[in-house]
């Protein structure tokens, strides 16, 4: 596919699918990055806390919710970075995430022939609630230079 930066409208929103955080997703991750925290490991220790459970890891979540944006490859475009990354409200085994992207604002880049793009995405649980907001960025490729 290629959709290039004339062809991004500002306000245009679409939604992911969900997908269930799991204690395998959490114990993986872990592993993965070594951040073994009690807040994502013990779950005793969890008990003694205010939100009393095992929270999935911030980046984790990241992760998936990003994952769930990509839904096709777009040949004319490539992640310049993320902004604003906020994690609102804990994720907790068996929660259900969704993201909702929408184009935020597009300007001219400097470099030739390239605009920036800039898309909002919010991540939501299963009660809709919000738990973790971003800027993605794009550098995308003019269909006219």
């Not at 596919?1 to 699918?17: C, D, I």
């Not at 395998?24 to 991750?29: K, M, P, R, W, Y």
Request: net charge negative.
């Amino acid at each position: 596919m290629k959709k290039y930066y004339e062809e991004f409208e500002p306000g245009h929103a679409r939604q992911t699918s969900g997908r269930t955080i799991t204690e395998t997703d959490i114990v993986l991750h872990a592993g993965q990055t070594g951040d073994f925290f009690p807040h994502h490991m013990d779950e005793e220790w969890c008990n003694t806390q205010p939100f009393k459970h095992r929270i999935a890891h911030g980046t984790l979540i990241f992760s998936v919710a990003i994952g769930l944006t990509a839904d096709s490859i777009n040949e004319v475009s490539m992640t310049y970075g993320y902004d604003r990354l906020r994690f609102i409200r804990p994720v907790y085994i068996g929660d259900t995430i969704r993201a909702e992207v929408k184009i935020k604002s597009k300007t001219d880049h400097k470099k030739p022939g390239f605009g920036l793009v800039v898309e909002s995405v919010e991540v939501a649980n299963q009660h809709r609630e919000l738990v973790m907001v971003c800027e993605h960025l794009l550098l995308v490729e003019k269909a006219t230079t």
